[in-house]
C-alpha cells in the first residue's frame, strides 16, 4: 500500500501552529478525526502518548512518527504536519522535530501498521524528500511530493 493512499491532502497541515509535542498531536489528530476515520479524539490521543512514553517516535534527523493502533479506529489514517521552528519531540538525536507523521489505525492489522511506519521511514529517510517538505507552502505541494518521491520508489522496486 503506497502513502498516498492513505495521507489525504486534507489532513496535512503547513504550517504547524502548536509548540509542544503533545499540541502538535492534537492538532494533527483534529485533522484525522475530522474525516470520521476515528471516532474518540481524547482515547487515540491517550493512547499515542502513551505509546510515546514508551520510547519516542522521534526518529532523528528532525523527524517524529507518533502512532497507536486503537479498536475505535475503523481505517488507517495519516496526518502530516510541518514545523518550520520544529519543535521538542525528545528526540533519539537531540534535535528539534520540524516533520511530524501521525499514523493511527485498527488494532486488528498490525502488519498493515508495520507496512505503513516502514514506508513513512523509508521515504522519510531521504534528504531530499525532507528538504522538499520543509519547504512546501501548501499540502497539495507537499502531496505532489510524496507523490512523486513514492512513485519513484516503486519505480525502483518493480525494475
Given amino acids: 500500500m503506497r502513502l498516498i493512499e492513505v495521507l489525504k491532502p486534507q489532513n496535512i497541515k503547513i504550517p504547524l501552529k502548536s509548540n509542544t509535542q503533545e499540541t502538535v498531536i492534537r492538532e494533527l489528530l483534529s485533522l484525522i478525526c475530522s474525516d470520521k476515520t476515528a471516532q474518540d479524539v481524547d482515547e487515540i490521543y491517550n493512547a499515542v502518548i502513551e505509546r510515546e512514553k514508551i520510547m519516542t517516535t522521534g526518529v532523528g534527523r528532525g523527524v517524529a512518527i507518533p502512532h497507536c ?77 510524496i507523490k512523486e518521491d513514492e512513485e519513484k520508489s516503486f519505480e525502483n522496486l518493480s525494475q
Avoid: T, W, Y
Fill in 69 to 145: 493502533k486503537k479498536k475505535n479506529c475503523h481505517e488507517f489514517a495519516i496526518a502530516l504536519g510541518i514545523h518550520p521552528a520544529g519543535i521538542d519531540f525528545k528526540s533519539i538525536d537531540n534535535q528539534p522535530v520540524k516533520i511530524i507523521f501521525l499514523l493511527v489505525g485498527p488494532e486488528d492489522n498490525p502488519g498493515m501498521h508495520i507496512r505503513l511506519l516502514s514506508r513513512i521511514s523509508r521515504l522519510i529517510a531521504k534528504e531530499s524528500l525532507r528538504e522538499s517538505l520543509l519547504k512546501a507552502k501548501s499540502a497539495e505541494e507537499a502531496f505532489q511530493q
